[in-house]
């Protein structure tokens, strides 16, 4: 006996969805995603603040500039893989003309997500298999419930850790993003 063919969703298949869900798509499956909790919305406004303000705000106004920093963009990885992570940036010589585009296939230089409880295996094997197979240069991984970041490179196709950053950690400089000093703390609400 045959069973019949899985047809694996595309890109094509999301549009037809209201924009207002909140989805990826996943291995050809379309996966909805929760709205964030606060202490998520949180962390990542800290982070497009602090990181986006001096590389993407600041191009040309005294920042280090050179890059787009965005939020929950779609991101085109391949065929069946469509994600929308929390923050994705992009050096602006690799994506010189972001405009209107739906889904961008340009793939990241870095990405973050911020962990929640009800994703948390979902953005540390998942997303980071998928993240390191498309070629991606550095994830980040912030937890805010631990108050943690994790910084990534991928050398060789494998992820190698940059450093672990607790909300003690300050003045620290973090790859890509080094010629910014970040205090980890202001990353969270506070305790």
């Excluded at 069973?3 to 798509?25: C, F, G, I, Q």
């Excluded at 050809?28 to 202490?39: E, H, N, Q, T, W």
């Excluded at 602090?50 to 990885?77: K, Q, R, S």
């Excluded at 953005?123 to 991984?141: E, H, I, N, T």
Aim: charge should be negative; glycine fraction near 8%; hydrophobic fraction near 40%.
């Amino acid at each position: 006996m045959t069973l019949p063919a899985v047809k694996l969703a595309t890109y094509a298949d999301l549009e037809k969805l209201p924009e207002s869900d909140r989805v990826e798509l996943i291995d050809g499956v379309i996966v909805a995603m929760p709205a964030p909790l606060p202490r998520h919305s949180k962390t990542a406004g800290a982070v497009r603040r602090f990181i986006g303000g001096p590389y993407d705000d600041d191009d040309g106004y005294g920042g280090p500039g050179g890059w787009w920093i965005f939020a929950e963009v779609d991101v085109l990885l391949n065929l069946h893989n469509v994600v929308r992570p929390d923050l994705s940036g992009w050096l602006r010589e690799h994506l010189p003309d972001p405009g209107d585009v739906r889904p961008i296939g340009v793939t990241p230089d870095w990405i973050c997500e911020v962990i929640s409880p009800s994703n948390a295996a979902h953005d540390r094997v998942k997303k980071r298999r998928m993240y390191a197979a498309a070629g991606v240069s550095y994830y980040w991984l912030i937890d805010p419930a631990e108050r943690v970041l994790e910084a990534l490179r991928l050398q060789v196709g494998k992820w190698e850790e940059v450093g672990v950053y607790d909300d003690t950690a300050t003045s620290v400089r973090i790859a890509p993003f080094a010629d910014v000093e970040l205090d980890v703390s202001r990353l969270f609400l506070p305790r």
